[in-house]
């Protein structure tokens, strides 16, 4: 399974959460036809075993509908973004979701550069920009430096944000690396 911040990670993570709900399914199912036929009742140890069984099909149920909707980059758009990143220098982090008690945003795409945060918001997400950029400020907490957040909707306003900003200093390179591993802290 690829790594979380990595390219195909969405991917990954919904096809593991599918397999899982259908093996416990599958799981259940097998249990209670061996109870129904094999002992005609449902009284038996096969039926508990279904019933713990129910505990992890339901939590990969709702972590696959959880991913569904959320769409990774495109083949195309992950090289156009890989060449946004060498071009600047930039760490990206890709396949981010974001989760508090309002709900989950998906960001197909984070570049994390000199102490700024820039977040690729994916289309067709109902939400304004100023909500999103509240969920990547989950980044700011326990940062000394407090880094910039920034929502754009397509690869076009990423580079044009890049561009925007000066070179990090040597010192702003290892405050990048801590602020990308909040990244991955904050998403699932």
């Known amino acids: 399974m690829t790594g979380k911040g990595n390219y195909g990670y969405a991917r990954s993570l919904k096809r593991k959460r599918l397999l899982l709900m259908l093996a416990c399914f599958a799981f259940i199912l097998a249990d209670v ?19 713990v069984m129910s505990i992890p099909f339901a939590k990969n149920l709702i972590g696959y509908i959880m ?4 769409e990774p980059l495109s083949p195309e758009e992950h090289a156009e973004a890989e060449r946004i990143a060498e071009e ?3 760490t990206l982090a890709y396949d981010i979701s974001v989760t508090d008690s309002a709900g989950v945003l998906f960001y197909p795409c984070v570049a994390i550069y000199n102490n700024n945060v820039i977040g690729l918001l994916q289309s067709g997400q109902n939400v304004k920009k100023k909500d999103a950029v509240e969920y990547l400020k989950k ?14 909707d397509s690869l076009k306003e990423l580079k044009r944000e890049l561009d925007r900003l000066n070179p990090p200093k040597e010192d702003q390179i290892g405050a990048d690396i801590k ?7 904050i998403g699932f």
């Not at 991913?67 to 959320?70: E, F, Q, T, V």
């Open 33 to 51: 036809i061996i109870s129904l036929v094999f002992f005609q009742t449902k009284k038996t140890l096969f039926v508990v075993l279904a019933c």
């Open 67 to 70: 991913l569904i909707r959320y």
């Open 88 to 90: 600047r220098g930039t």
């Open 139 to 152: 980044v700011q907490e326990g940062s000394p430096t407090k880094p910039r957040v920034v929502v754009v």
């Open 179 to 185: 602020i990308a591993e909040r990244l991955m802290e």
